[in-house]
């Protein structure tokens, strides 16, 4: 489930990206058809940083733009050859080269491993999608900045801004065919299109974890304990990080006791959510413009101080379902045995419009990071889109923050690329056998590097093992190789020998 | 590296995706505010199979539109309840539920291992980039078929048809930083647009593997060695698959032999990739629209048809440099072992326009199924982005036609939904202590169904164990967990013990 301030905070944090291009100079006509000329390459270091590269163990790349050579044996017409072109990705986008992909690679395999222990299964959507599943009339920050365009056929689509919309759409496809409780997860990335002023990223990555069909906060339970799961593993306890925990329905009983119209409950949720961004007067300009009146308006910003149980009780009564639902909630945290991540924190309501009962967000503490996931329950959402009435509840974990407060805590291991074996020919001649030994070393199991380039040097060779962490070199030499056998440096005691290829297997 | 007729084949192998909606009657303003009236749920099954799913293990799932409830306690204005909403994902696209989700996880965990073994890094792109990325003029169906738009920003974006131009453009914004050889692989989704008027899927996943800076064909035979792994792993023989080897330089010798410009050749190339999909009086007829003289057009048809080296001799000469780099690649096979699945056959040209040496396509022996996967060498494509001329080889590997292919040779496994144990109170004030076994199981690594809905009967419990093919059934009663015990039913022998939750964790 996403959250439009996970969503928001991922982008945040991301880069500026500006890009500048240069301007070439017609081609001389009298150039050189054999030569390649290349006329300009320069380097331009433009890409600021507005706060941490958000999924990055590795330095800030500079933005290049490149000039094109002068070839004349690639004529302009048959492969499109441009003047200049950006090396960049699209504002506010990501590459992953290998360093930043391992990373991202160990994150995912992560968010995966908890949902597996936790017998969910994972599901994905079309990262585009129809617009008409986000047209929320809430005042949502996310649907405000839909990645949305009008497709060659007319159609209104967008780059999905979150996930649960395509969950809700598939359950429903589903229909009847399927028993209740679905637990669901995907990784997934999602867009949203805003003017590039705050060095906003454009896209993020999201883990959600969503379970339909049950109606009880025992659901809630279970993706909290995922979510504490999660960050266990990652070495991170709950004097790091914290989960704020609130039920819409405080909100709906403070509203309902100044009788205000059930029509305003998601608009006023958006709007109170942006508690902590806006100033208290502008919180208070729109919740007058969506009508409601000023002694309400005091309730309602009173009751979302609320931190404890009785205070609430006392607000609300001890027969509240708000009160029940959370008591109840949190001691199921007990019995799982995360208790200690969990706070009620009444100010927690969260910015889209669709929930209707808990709601959490997970905090660093001590720390000036932006909420690390949040979610809560969204018993309606379906019933919007045409379905039945469907108890649901799920999460949004970003890509983002969560990679910030790892490094913070220094808690983000080192990716190194690694391989077990690295093979070279010593002879150019041997290049055909060489390729047979490392073909039958990987059909055992084992990662090798062969070496195909040409006329590498033993300095390189040894600097790559080092490089690549191997475990053995293996040489072939010609006088070795026409006995039927191989030169094979054990590299962690550096120690060499001779081996067939038969025995350089068994030992793997 | 994409190859233009594998996106397609793959694209083609799709679902007409065809959706109905329902238009709905104004709601009666009469309805009564407390119920939830359901006025429509209809079904229809209205996804024609064109030809197969692509990625599916499962049945065509039905298309539905489904009609808005009408739901007082909803108001419209707050949540965006629609009138109706289509339930199908937007046109030639996919969902994938668990059971597509799972296939497709096996398939992508078996191209990330074997570029694992190989050595290779992963890298990703955004899967959208600036168009002028694709921009080619030599008449390619890829390029021509763009899912592009203008963003807000007035930035000409599209959703990538292919990875290997962002991949080039990756490479030249790491710039010197980086030692060639790189050796990186990617999957990722690619698009299409084009009217659905032939049941093409606009979307499908690809396995790239790409060297760059190799320019032996050392880095080709290492390419085509993952693809036969692959192929291994999966259990396809020779006997099942073929990979059909040339060079464009084949081609190029042939233009020359006629006096034809280079400026021909990439569009050339694309004419006649078109072999088997147009008449032969398309082909010529394409042919004599870019200027190719009436006697040439023979001569590369002539060319075409060659499928043994002494006869490429006979028209090239010996130290034709493309039968040196065809010998030492098929000598190279040897040295591998996978000399059986190559076959040298002119007729591969491949669609794409950049491609300069080698080229090759996977394909199935006895079956109509189009190319399984393609690629090649494409040296200048780095020159024409504006960076230095950079020796480059690729491929590109679908995620349709293989399935296709797996499930006509009946290799396709069966995935199902597996866990350890299933953990169940059997009062509901038992509910607490099993969420605590259910955490404790899962720290230790076990996958466990928690049953976290109310009044579940033991007949379904035991159905779900079958389900699941459940190891194990934990059981919460009231006496036993008095004794801080519980009960476990070894599901394997049928047999019933006591047990404490230590002893639960230890026997896992």
């Keep these: 489930m996403a959250c439009a301030s996970v969503a928001r905070h991922a982008l945040e944090s991301g880069l500026v990206v500006a ?3 240069i301007q070439l100079k017609p081609l001389a006509a009298s150039a050189s058809p054999s030569c390649l000329k290349l006329l300009t390459v320069r380097r ?3 890409r600021a940083m507005s706060e941490t590269p958000a999924m990055s163990g590795s330095p800030p790349i500079s933005g290049r733009s490149v000039v094109v050579k002068e070839k ?12 200049t072109i950006s090396t960049d990705p699209p504002r506010g986008t990501r590459d992953f080269p290998p360093e930043d992909m391992r990373m991202r690679t160990w994150l995912f395999d992560n968010f995966r491993e908890v949902s597996r222990l936790c017998a969910f299964e994972e599901v994905d959507f079309p ?20 990645y949305n365009f009008e497709d060659k056929g007319g159609r209104k689509v967008t780059l999905r801004p979150e996930l649960t919309p395509s969950l809700a759409r598939l359950v429903l496809q589903k229909g009847r065919a399927q028993s209740y409780p679905l637990k669901w997860f995907a990784i997934g990335q999602c867009w949203r299109y805003e003017r590039m002023t705050r060095g906003r990223r454009r896209e993020h990555y999201q883990w959600n974890m969503d379970i339909i069909g049950v109606p009880g906060v025992e659901a809630e339970a279970e993706l909290l304990s995922a979510i504490v799961m999660f960050f266990t593993r990652l070495g991170i306890t709950s004097k790091d990080v914290g989960i704020k925990v609130s039920n819409r329905k405080v909100l709906q009983a403070v509203l309902e006791k100044y ?42 910003l009173q009751a979302l101080t609320l931190q404890s149980f009785d205070d609430l009780e006392a607000l609300l009564g001890a027969d509240s379902g708000a009160v029940t639902e959370l008591k109840q909630l949190f001691a199921l945290a007990e019995g799982y045995g ?27 503490k001590n720390s000036q990071l932006r909420a690390i996931c949040g979610g809560g329950r969204y018993d309606r959402l379906l019933s919007t889109y045409g379905g039945e009435d469907t108890p649901a509840c799920g999460f949004g974990f970003g890509d983002a923050v969560i990679v910030e407060l790892l490094k913070d805590k220094k808690l983000l291991p080192q990716f190194p690329h690694m391989v077990d074996d690295i093979v070279i020919a010593l002879d150019d001649s041997l290049k ?28 390189w060779v040894f600097k790559q093992c080092d490089a690549l962490k191997a475990k053995r070199l293996i040489l072939l030499g010609t006088t070795e190789w026409e006995q039927g056998k191989v030169s094979v440096k054990d590299l962690s005691v550096r120690e060499q020998t001779l081996k067939t290829v038969d025995e350089l297997i068994a030992v793997s």
């Design 19 to 21: 890009v500048s291009r």
């Design 44 to 46: 331009h270091g433009i």
């Design 72 to 83: 004349e044996a690639i004529p302009k017409g048959s492969t499109g050859a441009k003047e």
């Design 127 to 146: 990262v585009l999608e129809s617009e008409e599943l986000y047209t929320r009339k809430a005042g949502e920050e996310i649907v405000g900045q839909l």
């Design 259 to 300: 009788g205000i119209q059930p029509d305003s409950f998601a608009a006023v949720c958006v709007i109170v959510d942006k508690l902590e961004k806006l100033k208290r007067e502008e919180i208070v300009s729109e919740l007058d413009k969506v009508g409601v009146p000023a002694e309400a308006i005091e309730g309602i």
């Design 338 to 364: 995360f208790q200690d991540w969990l706070h009620f924190d009444a100010s927690v309501v969260r910015g889209l419009a669709y929930y209707t009962g808990t709601v959490f967000e997970g905090f660093a």
């Design 432 to 459: 055909v056998p060489a390729a047979g030994v490392a073909a039958r070393l990987r059909n055992a199991g084992r990662v090798v590097e062969l070496v195909i380039e040409k006329g590498r040097k033993m300095k």
